[in-house]
């Protein structure tokens, strides 16, 4: 079954065609990054309209790549939410456009649904049940995947996400846009010296605010305070949080499995502190690096579960900025 992935619902306009869920035969991405560098984030007008711009090519070289023609397409799955609504409108319209021209059927996709799907194309044998440690620019969750489609939510952030929380910190010392990998590359440099605020709270939430605040009173106060050290003192504290509400889950459903997703799970240092966990008898997934940021394979992935299970879409189906799991 092949299944056309449509994802706009940030900066990244990127289409994908993926077989029975976990083989990709093209995975288009174009991304804005460099547009929105000069204003220090996400400029939501300016991604709709070059959404607008890149849509029908990327989705000519996405079938071009896979050598497919229209025909051979069993679902049209597109992002229809959580992002910035003009952004997720682009994608789709395209995407009901195009059911209607080729009279295939629309299955919307959840965003998050689609990070989490990621780890079904890089490690071919992971099935459901697991706990996903749910981590991008727009979300930080704790779910419980019960099985493709159904999941529950065990804790979230109370505040920013977390990902926001690595671009506002950059960009508060100067490192430009996106942070988080800025981040992640000079705090090689440092040593975790700096101590930093934790928040915790009964249940599973996060709450990264605090912390956030403090890395910024600090480089106020100090602009000459050693970066690295700040860097890294900031992602050593920031996965200790993740990692405590990630055993805190283990315990409350004895399930040893998790999965990461979204595009901080790129982090190079939480990577290697959840790895770290595998000597506790913890079975860790996390996704290739090329499919932890937005992309249409994940979105593709997510799509074909949700029409094995029968889940369609009608002509209506509307953009929900936020949408949840
Ligand atoms: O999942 P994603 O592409 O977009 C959303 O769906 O939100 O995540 C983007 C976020 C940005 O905040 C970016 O700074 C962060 O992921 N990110 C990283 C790294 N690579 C991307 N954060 C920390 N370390 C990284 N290596």
């Known amino acids: 079954m092949i299944t056309l992935g449509i994802e706009t619902s940030c900066d990244e306009t990127s289409v994908a065609v993926v077989e029975n869920g976990r083989k990709i035969l093209s995975n288009i991405i174009d991304t804005q990054i460099p547009i929105h560098e000069k ?36 679902a049209i799955t597109p992002t229809y939410g959580p992002g910035l609504v003009g952004a997720l409108l682009v994608g789709l319209s395209y995407a009901k456009a195009l059911s209607y021209a080729i009279n295939k059927p629309l299955v919307g996709v959840n965003h998050i649904q689609g990070h989490i799907a990621a780890n079904y194309i890089t490690y071919q044998e992971l ?77 599973l939430d996060f709450s990264f605010s605090g ?40 315990k409350q459903t004895q399930i040893k499995t998790i999965v990461l997703a979204g595009g901080v799970s790129a982090n190079s240092y939480i990577r290697k502190a959840f790895k770290e966990l595998e000597k506790q008898n913890i079975k860790i997934y996390m996704p290739d690096l090329k499919l932890c940021t937005d992309n249409a394979a994940m979105i593709a992935s997510a799509g074909y579960y949700n029409y094995k299970s029968g889940k369609t879409n009608e002509l209506n189906l509307n953009a929900i900025p936020n949408l949840k799991i």
């Open 39 to 74: 204003y220090g984030g996400v400029v939501p007008e300016i991604a709709s309209r070059n959404h607008i711009e890149a849509i029908s090519r990327v989705a000519k070289k996405a079938l071009e790549e896979a050598k497919i023609t229209y025909d051979q397409i069993d």
């Open 127 to 203: 099935t459901p049940p697991f706990i996903c440690m749910m981590m991008s620019g727009g979300n930080t969750q704790i779910i419980h995947v019960k099985d493709y489609t159904t999941f529950e939510l065990l804790g979230k952030t109370r505040d920013d996400a977390i990902g926001e929380a690595f671009d506002k910190v950059a960009r508060v010392i100067g490192l430009g846009y996106p942070g988080g990998p800025k981040v992640d590359n000079l705090a090689k440099q440092g040593t975790p010296t700096i101590n930093l605020p934790k928040t915790h709270f009964e249940n």
């Open 211 to 250: 912390i956030k605040t403090a890395v910024i009173n600090l480089h106020h106060k100090n602009p000459e305070i050693n970066k690295p050290d700040l860097c890294a003192s900031f992602q050593k504290t920031v996965t200790e949080t993740l990692i405590e509400n990630i055993q805190k889950a283990i």
